[in-house]
């Protein structure tokens, strides 16, 4: 008689439905953490406080922050090592890191950015690697190289930079460092000479901010 209530408890709570709680926000991602595209990777991997202080690098998608939160890579590439991930890089071949939000000092209220990178005209190839300045032809020529060369030695944050003297200055910097338009945001441009700009992710330009956006 004891074996057969045993059997019959056992069965009942085999049949009976298993509620399952809702998943929430909260509750995403492996450790419960918040996981904004749904790849398994924390926004905030490190527990720091703060999404994307520590992003993921060099393939570790382990105690970092998920280094594209608005596109899942669950295997975080990242092959410039820049801290952005592959899919919303828009320099994938270089190195150039999200900037900062506006009024931080590793941004300046002059700079334009989509996904947090600098992108000056707001075309989707981040600065590093386009030096297609009249965003006209298949390839980067020799009018692109004659406004980089006219804009030498301008500061950075004006706008009589180009051929014709009235363009922002900061889409000739290429390197995003010193003040002014140097030698090396030249010698970047002439080595994209007949050369297309990029390469992008496929989904570049995420969002833009700043002054520049189209």
Do not use: H, Y
């Not at 410039?80 to 890089?89: E, W």
């Not at 009018?143 to 000739?172: Q, V, Y």
């Amino acid at each position: 008689m004891r074996r057969m209530l045993v059997l019959l408890t056992v069965g009942f709570f085999l049949a009976a439905p298993v509620a399952l709680l809702p998943v929430t926000d909260a509750m995403a991602g492996p450790q419960g953490c918040v996981d904004t595209d749904e790849d398994g990777i924390c926004d905030d991997g490190d527990e720091s406080g703060t999404a994307g202080d520590n992003p993921c690098q060099g393939g570790n998608d382990a105690n970092c922050d998920d280094n594209c939160v608005s596109v899942g890579n669950a295997d975080q590439a990242d092959d410039d090592n820049d801290g952005v991930g592959q899919v919303c890089d828009n320099c994938t071949n270089k190195a150039n890191p999200v900037l900062g939000t506006l009024g931080q000092s590793a941004r300046e209220s002059f700079q334009t950015a989509t996904g947090g990178q600098l992108d000056s005209d707001g075309d989707g190839f981040g600065n590093q690697c386009d030096p297609n300045f009249d965003n006209t032809g298949q390839v980067v020529g020799g009018t692109d190289l004659a406004a980089a060369t006219a804009s030498f030695n301008k500061d950075r944050s004006g706008t009589n930079c180009g051929s014709s003297g009235s363009d922002r200055c900061e889409k000739f910097d290429l390197d995003n460092s010193g003040q002014v338009i140097g030698g090396l945001d030249l010698s970047a441009a002439t080595a994209f000479f007949n050369q297309p700009e990029g390469p992008k992710c496929d989904a570049c330009p995420l969002a833009c901010e700043g002054d520049g956006c189209p």
